[in-house]
């Protein structure tokens, strides 16, 4: 029970802030987050740590809880992310992760058809087939189509060898499922997506890596298109 109270108040309290409810360089204490959730002084305590981990603010005696600005927040963070995706900051979030992948998923695809294991190459392929047979039926939309994108992104990015993309693969998970949650995602893929992955997944098991890198990075741009035109929606 104490920890799903200390995650309450963190989720509740990290919102607010991502939100911009809660301005950058306001200033609150452990009292007054006690009195405003009812909860104990450990449990405001260890949601102030949380958030101090992520950046969103800055404890300091005989000051108190300062939130910081935006940008000292830790913006790969996937509660950062998802914070960020329920606001007004949503669209901002959208295109900032879509301006990175464009710039790292095509490098991650050409790392891949040199370094993939056999198994990683097999399953990318079986992956980009499953995203089409549940398109055909429409199910663009749908969780399992969902399931089946982010394991393929996540794949891709894990077969290319590199740590550091290796750990993209968590705000990739964040902005593919929180897309698909905001209701952004078609059900009948843009013209040219399912082809993409397919490209991207036999690039790679044949080890052309220049192959695989440019459907990656033509892929990337097309969805950059379609978070750019989500605009509209917001």
Known sequence: ??????????????????????????????????????????VARDAVQVLESLGLVASRRRVGITVQPRDAWDALAPRVIGWNLRGPFRQQQLEALMELRVAVEPTAARLAARRATPAQRAELRRLAQRLRALAAGGGGASDDFL????????LLLQASGNPQLIALRAPVREVLTGRTRLGLTPPVPAPGT?????????????????????HSRSH???VWGE????DSLV
């Open 1 to 42: 029970m104490a920890g799903r109270i200390h995650d309450d108040v963190t989720d509740d309290l990290g919102s607010r802030i991502a939100q911009g409810e809660i301005a950058p360089d306001a200033v609150f204490t452990l009292a007054q987050l006690e009195h405003d959730y009812s909860a104990s002084r450990t």
């Open 147 to 154: 399931a089946a994108d982010v394991e393929f992104h996540d």
């Open 220 to 222: 990337m741009l097309s």
């Open 227 to 230: 978070v750019q035109a989500d």
């Open 194 to 214: 399912l082809e993409e992955h397919e490209s991207v997944a036999a690039a790679i098991s044949t080890g052309d890596g220049e192959e695989a890198e440019a």
